[in-house]
């Protein structure tokens, strides 16, 4: 008898395979179609997408969260469609989706953190960055990850992020595993701002709110000797592809101090989301774990 995620698995699969050969042109809109088909649905994202916005903004209005909160579901909609051509399509398609601007010279080896915060563009800046390095024969990227709780689709994006000559390294892997990487002058791509428990984080403020948040960059930056700099992807001025943005290396970091590091670098990346705050990932429980003695935000 056929089992209901092996039928749940193949349709996701031949669906992405199908988005993947459509017109850019028509694969935005039906994102923005799917985002608005969510946010109208019940369902536990969209409350905590709301929590998360209101949290964070205080000083807007119930109908300016409202507003935003709608905005950022059609783009969470769009970048889950986009997927299929990040994952599936081409290096062309993914260039042609996908620019890269870059303040630091790039495949020359140095050993470097590219902290790529959670936005919708997320996955493309890693694909694209991944086909450069393909295609101009540097050293591979590597990305930690999440294991996800889909076997299927936990292997197939092992597949696809790796497709260009890529390596996915999941977060729980070995310290001198990770080192040897970096050091090898692989640049490696890592999304701190996740709650993932208390192991290795410390409590630090993220929009005023003490925010359970890992201490990772610090502690490899400093045992490596790793330059860390930004890695943003964000929609372009006419939203047609995305443009994925490295800075220079942070000065003046990693220091002796993990939890002042970690505190700075939050900062770092509220600066970026306050500016463009509908491309967020609201739909994750940022605030999930709390300091003792406090009640649950969600």
């Given at each position: 008898?056929?089992?209901?995620?092996?039928?749940?698995?193949?349709?996701?699969?031949?669906l992405?395979?199908?988005?993947?050969?459509?017109?850019?042109?028509?694969v935005?809109?039906?994102?923005?179609?799917?985002?608005?088909?969510?946010?109208?649905?019940?369902?536990?994202?969209?409350?905590?997408?709301?929590?998360?916005?209101?949290?964070?903004?205080?000083?807007?209005?119930?109908?300016?969260?409202?507003?935003?909160?709608?905005?950022?579901?059609?783009?969470?909609g769009?970048?889950?469609i986009?997927?299929?051509?990040?994952?599936?399509?081409?290096?062309n398609?993914?260039?042609?989706?996908?620019?890269?601007?870059?303040?630091?010279p790039?495949?020359?080896?140095?050993?470097?953190?590219?902290?790529?915060?959670?936005?919708?563009?997320?996955?493309g800046?890693?694909?694209?960055l991944?086909v450069?390095?393909?295609?101009?024969?540097?050293?591979?990227?590597?990305?930690?990850?999440?294991?996800?709780?889909?076997?299927?689709?936990?292997?197939?994006?092992?597949?696809?992020?790796?497709?260009?000559?890529?390596?996915?390294?999941?977060?729980?892997?070995?310290?001198?595993?990770?080192i040897?990487?970096?050091?090898?002058?692989?640049?490696?791509?890592?999304?701190?701002?996740?709650?993932l428990?208390?192991?290795?984080?410390?409590?630090?403020?993220?929009?005023?709110?003490?925010t359970?948040?890992?201490?990772?960059?610090?502690?490899?930056?400093?045992?490596?000797?790793?330059?860390?700099?930004?890695?943003?992807?964000?929609?372009?001025?006419?939203?047609?592809g995305?443009?994925?943005?490295?800075?220079?290396?942070?000065?003046?970091?990693?220091?002796?101090?993990?939890?002042?590091?970690?505190?700075?670098?939050?900062?770092?990346?509220?600066?970026?989301?306050?500016?463009?705050?509908?491309?967020?990932?609201?739909?994750?429980?940022?605030?999930?774990?709390?300091?003792?003695?406090?009640?649950?935000?969600?």
């Amino acid at each position: 008898m056929i089992r209901i995620d092996t039928i749940f698995n193949f349709l996701a699969l031949n669906l992405l395979r199908l988005f993947s050969y459509l017109p850019y042109s028509l694969v935005v809109p039906i994102g923005y179609g799917l985002g608005w088909l969510v946010s109208h649905l019940p369902n536990e994202r969209v409350r905590v997408v709301k929590i998360n916005l209101r949290l964070c903004f205080p000083s807007l209005s119930a109908v300016e969260i409202d507003s935003l909160a709608r905005e950022h579901w059609k783009l969470f909609g769009r970048s889950v469609i986009e997927r299929s051509r990040i994952w599936l399509g081409t290096g062309n398609q993914i260039k042609s989706m996908v620019h890269i601007e870059s303040a630091i010279p790039l495949g020359d080896r140095k050993p470097r953190l590219l902290i790529n915060p959670h936005f919708v563009g997320l996955e493309g800046g890693f694909m694209a960055l991944s086909v450069m390095a393909k295609e101009r024969n540097w050293l591979r990227g590597a990305g930690l990850y999440q294991k996800m709780k889909n076997p299927f689709f936990n292997q197939k994006m092992i597949e696809w992020r790796n497709r260009f000559g890529g390596k996915s390294i999941e977060r729980q892997s070995r310290l001198r595993d990770l080192i040897r990487e970096i050091q090898t002058g692989n640049f490696i791509f890592i999304a701190p701002d996740i709650d993932l428990g208390p192991r290795d984080s410390v409590f630090v403020p993220f929009f005023g709110i003490q925010t359970n948040t890992i201490t990772s960059v610090s502690r490899l930056a400093k045992l490596s000797g790793a330059e860390v700099c930004l890695m943003t992807t964000t929609l372009n001025h006419d939203r047609s592809g995305y443009i994925c943005r490295i800075s220079e290396p942070l000065p003046n970091f990693p220091s002796d101090d993990p939890e002042k590091d970690t505190a700075r670098l939050n900062q770092y990346i509220e600066e970026l989301v306050r500016e463009r705050p509908a491309e967020y990932y609201w739909v994750h429980k940022r605030f999930k774990h709390r300091p003792p003695g406090e009640a649950s935000l969600y």
